[in-house]
């Protein structure tokens, strides 16, 4: 991963929440009631979890303030845990607020959230690392474009709900998605055995999409910019499902319906089992 540049996304959050508050304001009363993709989450709930995502961001990495200490957290898993909980307790106590006070609260916070982005220097040490893409310690850059991420598919879980998903499945908005998505390829395939200059080719597409190539060198994967060797595997993948393969949008039985694999399957397939969340 050191090989591949980082990936600069401070200046899309503004146009991300441009949309997303557009998006918001454009609802019928029904349409904040639509289940999602986000099986429990129902559109009004997202936007609540949008809300504790910023506010959390400008308490914690902003303020330096830490509400809520996590107990007993040893492990991934128990993170996870720790997070769902939280998760969980904001949205269940805004139920309480309207579409309309979520949708000021989302401005109000949204402006000061991406003014603190804007002060991060790139490449010094971020206050939480990319755990699912295996890191104990991570740049500003990428803990950024994973914040990134989060707003991102977030948005999108709801607009798939009301039918407008296809606004940010430009090359703008979702190839930064994801190019930070698929720096977990390495993580993700540390367990799969090959042999030296196995190489697999990603393709997602679409006009958001692009090409990704993970080789096995030295007993490890690591992402490369430029093949030298002809694939053992090809991974096509159809972009308007890639981004729901990687946030447990969608049941490995439909994406296999819809993945292209040529060559080595076993390689091939284990794509779909890829997070690029914290679940």
Same mark, same amino acid.
């Given at each position: 991963?050191?090989?591949?540049?980082?990936?600069?996304?401070?200046?899309?959050?503004?146009?991300?929440?441009?949309?997303?508050?557009?998006?918001?304001?454009?609802?019928?009363?029904?349409?904040?009631?639509?289940?999602?993709?986000?099986?429990?989450?129902?559109?009004?709930?997202?936007?609540?979890?949008?809300?504790?995502?910023?506010?959390?961001?400008?308490?914690?990495?902003r303020?330096?303030?830490?509400?809520?200490?996590?107990?007993?957290?040893?492990?991934?898993?128990?993170?996870?845990?720790?997070?769902?909980?939280?998760?969980?307790?904001?949205?269940?106590?805004?139920?309480?607020?309207?579409?309309?006070?979520?949708?000021?609260l @989302?401005?109000?916070?949204?402006?000061?959230?991406?003014?603190?982005?804007?002060? @991060?220097?790139?490449?010094?040490?971020?206050?939480?690392?990319?755990?699912?893409?295996?890191?104990?310690?991570?740049?500003?850059?990428?803990?950024?474009?994973?914040?990134?991420?989060?707003?991102?598919?977030h948005?999108?879980?709801?607009?798939?709900?009301?039918?407008?998903?296809?606004?940010?499945?430009?090359?703008?908005?979702?190839?930064?998605? @994801?190019e930070?998505?698929?720096?977990?390829?390495?993580?993700?395939?540390?367990?799969?055995?090959a042999?030296?200059?196995?190489?697999?080719?990603?393709?997602?597409?679409?006009?958001?999409?692009?090409?990704?190539? @993970?080789?096995?060198?030295?007993?490890g994967?690591?992402?490369?910019?430029?093949?030298s060797?002809?694939?053992?595997?090809?991974?096509?993948?159809?972009?308007?499902?890639?981004?729901?393969?990687?946030?447990?949008?969608?049941?490995?039985?439909?994406?296999?319906?819809?993945?292209?694999?040529?060559?080595?399957?076993?390689?091939?397939?284990?794509?779909?089992?890829?997070?690029?969340?914290?679940?």
């Open positions: 991963m050191q090989n591949l540049p980082p990936i600069r996304t401070s200046h899309l959050f503004p146009v991300l929440d441009q949309k997303l508050i557009e998006l918001l304001r454009s609802l019928s009363k029904a349409d904040w009631e639509r289940s999602t993709v986000a099986s429990l989450w129902k559109v009004k709930d997202i936007a609540a979890h949008l809300l504790d995502g910023n506010l959390r961001t400008l308490s914690m990495a303020d330096g303030y830490f509400g809520v200490q996590p107990e007993g957290v040893d492990s991934y898993q128990s993170l996870v845990g720790f997070l769902n909980g939280l998760n969980a307790d904001w949205v269940k106590a805004s139920q309480r607020l309207s579409p309309g006070v979520l949708i000021d @989302l401005e109000w916070t949204g402006r000061q959230y991406n003014e603190y982005i804007g002060t @991060l220097n790139d490449f010094e040490p971020a206050i939480f690392s990319v755990a699912w893409a295996g890191e104990e310690q991570s740049p500003n850059w990428f803990h950024i474009a994973r914040e990134y991420t989060e707003k991102w598919h948005q999108q879980q709801m607009r798939l709900a009301v039918g407008k998903d296809a606004d940010l499945l430009t090359k703008e908005l979702y190839l930064p998605y @994801l930070t998505s698929m720096r977990a390829l390495p993580h993700h395939y540390r367990n799969q055995q042999n030296a200059e196995v190489l697999i080719h990603f393709r997602i597409t679409g006009d958001g999409g692009g090409d990704w190539w @993970l080789q096995y060198q030295n007993e994967w690591k992402l490369i910019a430029l093949a060797v002809a694939p053992t595997s090809r991974v096509t993948i159809p972009g308007e499902i890639a981004w729901r393969i990687f946030t447990k949008g969608i049941s490995r039985q439909e994406a296999e319906t819809q993945v292209g694999i040529t060559g080595d399957e076993r390689l091939g397939w284990h794509v779909l089992s890829m997070l690029a969340v914290m679940a």
